[in-house]
Nanobody, 121 residues
Framework: VQLQASGGGLVQAGGSLRLSCAAS????????MGWYRQAPGKQRELVAD???????NYADSVKGRFTVSRDNAKNTVYLQMNSLKPEDTAVYYC????????????????WGQGTQVTVSS
């Protein structure tokens, strides 16, 4: 299974970016897909995730500014980031959690390679 993330870049404070992450491989189902971020000198933290049923979860710091969505048919998760702040600067990683492969029954977690988001003040 591979997760390919895209959409990072440099943006001014107040601007917007949209991240995408597509999972590929012999995937039967993915329970949760989401985004984490890691800023220099800090631990990786959850930004937002979404279950296959559409239930979402957000970090308090991004509520009202970021929106996570998902296309189950394409095994793709998106993160729309609006009103970006310099403190949102980090490497953003996508995650696919509790993945069941064809032939099952075990569940696995997978990570994408990370995409840099830089917000200038």
């Amino acid at each position: 299974v591979q997760l390919q993330a895209s959409g990072g870049g440099l943006v001014q404070a107040g601007g917007s970016l949209r991240l995408s992450c597509a999972a590929s491989g012999s995937i039967f189902s993915i329970n949760a897909m989401g985004w984490y971020r890691q800023a220099p000198g800090k631990q990786r933290e959850l930004v937002a995730d979404i279950t296959s049923g559409g239930n979402t979860n957000y970090a308090d710091s991004v509520k009202g500014r970021f929106t996570v969505s998902r296309d189950n048919a394409k095994n793709t998760v998106y993160l729309q980031m609006n009103s970006l702040k310099p403190e949102d600067t980090a490497v953003y990683y996508c995650n696919a959690g509790r993945v069941i492969l064809y032939g099952g029954p075990y569940e696995y977690d997978y990570w994408g390679q990370g995409t840099q988001v830089t917000v200038s003040s």
